[in-house]
Structures are given as C-alpha cells and as structure tokens.
C-alpha cells in the first residue's frame, strides 16, 4: 500500500467519525501530518510515515504490531 493511499483513507475516517466531535482537519502533505481539532479545545497531531515491511509470506505479512486505541469519552 502506498503512502498517500493510507493518508486519504485516514482522512476519510477521521472526517467521518461523527463521534469523536472533530471540529476540524487541517492537512500537511509535506510533512504527511493532520491536525485535529476537537470541539473541547483538544489539538492533535497525526504523523504518517510508512515503515518497511520486514518479512513477506505470499500475501500474508509476518510482523510483531501492536495497536493501542484510547477513546475518553468525557
């Protein structure tokens, strides 16, 4: 998968999470970042990068990932 296709499906999913109240998205396809402000006042910034894959398998990748997602509803 290609860089830029990542970034805009991200975008597209930030743009349409209704519940995450996100005020506004502001791009840097320079620097490949967002930024993402919130209704509350938050400020966050998303830095893309694309990593090498190490190992191939057919079309399955091998790789330790570990994700980790906090949602604060308050």
């Known amino acids: 998968m290609k860089l830029d ?3 805009d499906k991200l975008f597209e999913l930030l743009n349409d999470a209704d519940n995450m109240r996100i005020k506004n998205i502001t791009t840097n396809d320079k620097e490949d970042k967002f930024t ?28 330790n990932v570990r994700v980790c997602w906090k949602l604060d509803n308050h």
């Not at 006042?41 to 090498?52: A, D, T, Y």
């Open 5 to 7: 296709y990542f970034k």
């Open 36 to 63: 993402v402000e919130i209704l509350d006042g938050s400020i966050f910034e998303v830095k893309c990068r694309k990593l090498k894959l190490s190992e191939r398998v057919g079309n399955t990748i091998k790789r």
